[in-house]
């Protein structure tokens, strides 16, 4: 039997990137092309109301960074089930955030042990891997005027200070650095290099 095709792309970056409207932008330009597209996410997932009841306690719980990281995995042991069904079907799957958010958020930034995180990723993961990771990259300065004028950016990690988002994008570069399947793209382009970009790169 002929082995399909990856097409499971994940998109990452900080809190303003504009992660979320470049999928939707990049979703209606494959389906226009005639192409299955299924658009998805962490820790909501697609009409998932077991992702929506884990974020919404943790953004409105103080949490750990280790508590964040193993509701994190919850949704992710259900939700990698999910994105296999999806590629078998034959969709293209668009993902915003991965298990790269929980290296960087839970991991680097808050100091959950990197083999304990990696380790419950790949029991979760298996033979799960991206094509490819979008990095949107983001000076954070821009990221939090653009979160400040949309109303409903104002979750913890929106609100959080500029030093935590300095530190997040330090992390995710360091993480692209060091993993071939990442392309970094610069999020300070117009939308339509950026998706030409991204495009290219599918």
Not at 21 to 44: A, F, R
């Amino acid at each position: 039997m002929e082995k399909k095709e990856n097409m499971f792309y994940v998109f990452e970056g900080i809190e303003g990137a504009g992660k979320t409207t470049l999928i939707k932008i990049l979703e209606e330009q494959l389906k226009s092309e005639g192409k299955k597209v299924m658009v998805t996410s962490e820790p909501t997932g697609k009409n998932n109301s077991f992702g929506t009841a884990i974020r919404k306690l943790i953004m409105e719980e103080k949490t750990s960074a280790l508590t964040e990281f193993l509701l994190f995995s919850s949704f992710r042991s259900k939700h990698v089930v999910q994105i296999k069904q999806w590629l078998k079907e034959g969709y293209i799957v668009l993902c915003d955030r991965f298990i790269y958010s929980s290296i960087v958020y839970q991991g680097n930034v808050g100091k959950v042990d990197i083999n304990f995180i990696n380790q419950v990723n790949e029991y979760i993961l298996k033979d799960l891997q991206p094509k490819k990771i979008f990095l949107i990259d983001v000076d954070p300065k821009i990221a939090q005027k653009r979160n400040k004028q949309e109303k409903d950016k104002n979750d913890k990690f929106d609100l959080a200070p500029l030093e935590f988002h300095k530190n997040i994008r330090k992390n995710y570069l360091k993480l692209a650095d060091e993993n071939l399947n990442f392309k970094i793209i610069d999020g300070n382009k117009t939308i339509e290099e950026i998706i030409k970009v991204i495009t290219l790169n599918l």
